[in-house]
């Protein structure tokens, strides 16, 4: 069984708070061989990706969706952190603008969309237009629905158009996000990461694990899986994504394009 096979969401998953603190690849026995073992992944990755950007054939998108202080950017920075800017782009989508709000939810999604040859990272993504909205009741429960079948046909229309999609929730617990926020509050240098809505969002976590629950559930396709990442342990955490990542690459086939004949026989003088 492959890493990726072990982390796909059921078809009526249930977010368990002890399966947060999950060390599946633990068999590599010290933080330190962990975190070496991701650098290792990290340039497989950053490989993959030049052939990828000089083949401009293939296309992937991955989703990295959790609670605040799941490890979002961290993932980016230490998972991708090897690769070459000219073919990755990192995306975060904050709240909408007035322009955006005046179309329809995916418009703004779309722009963002990897082209043949990127790797492309939703730090955050449409997701949020889903989550947020129905915990806080802007919208209906059909709309919520809507959104799903909205969403499913988007991401089959990726999928259909080359597009490989890899979707991730990376998973703390409640205690863990207690620490990791208190940690960012009692360091200084660290309170640029604070922000006094975090704290209102976590008085509504079992309204956000509902809802996490109902669109993995709603949204997990064989085009578009999501992947359920266990991400008490950072070092862990990166492992997995690391390794999943490399699977997808490897599967995808990817080689340099053919020489060109004529470009053989020049001499630079």
């Given amino acids: 069984m492959n890493v990726s096979t072990q982390f796909l969401a059921s078809p009526n998953v249930v977010l368990l708070e002890k399966d947060a603190d999950l060390r599946p690849l633990a068999s590599v026995d010290s933080k330190a061989l962990t975190k070496e073992k991701t650098l290792e ?73 990897p082209a043949a040859g990127e790797l492309v990272i939703f730090n955050r993504s ?78 509504s976590w079992d309204k956000y694990r509902d809802a996490y629950q109902a669109t993995i559930c709603a949204t997990h396709t064989e085009h578009a899986p999501w992947h359920i990442i266990p991400a008490n342990s950072k070092t862990q955490r990166n492992l997995i994504i690391a390794s999943i990542v490399v699977e997808k690459l490897a599967s995808l086939n990817l080689g340099y394009p053919a020489p060109h004949p004529d470009y053989l026989k020049i001499k630079v003088e």
Avoid: C
């Fill in 126 to 203: 449409h997701y949020e237009d889903v989550l947020i909205t129905q915990v806080l009741d802007w919208i209906s429960a059909d709309e919520v629905k809507r959104r799903y079948t909205h969403i499913n046909a988007f991401e089959s229309m990726l999928a259909e158009t080359g597009t490989t999609i890899l979707k991730f929730f990376l998973h703390i617990s409640k205690d863990e996000q207690k620490e990791r926020l208190q940690e960012r509050l009692n360091d200084p240098h660290k309170h640029w990461k604070f922000d006094p809505k975090d704290l209102i969002e976590r008085a």
């Fill in 41 to 113: 992944l990290s340039a497989q990755i950053a490989e993959f990706q030049n052939v990828l950007y000089a083949q401009q054939k293939h296309k992937l998108l991955i989703i990295l969706q959790g609670m605040d202080t799941s490890g979002k950017d961290g993932t980016v920075r230490i998972v991708f952190g090897a690769s070459n800017p000219a073919g990755i782009r990192s995306v975060s989508f904050k709240a909408p603008t007035a322009q955006e709000l005046a179309h329809d939810f995916l418009w703004r999604i779309h722009q963002q969309v």
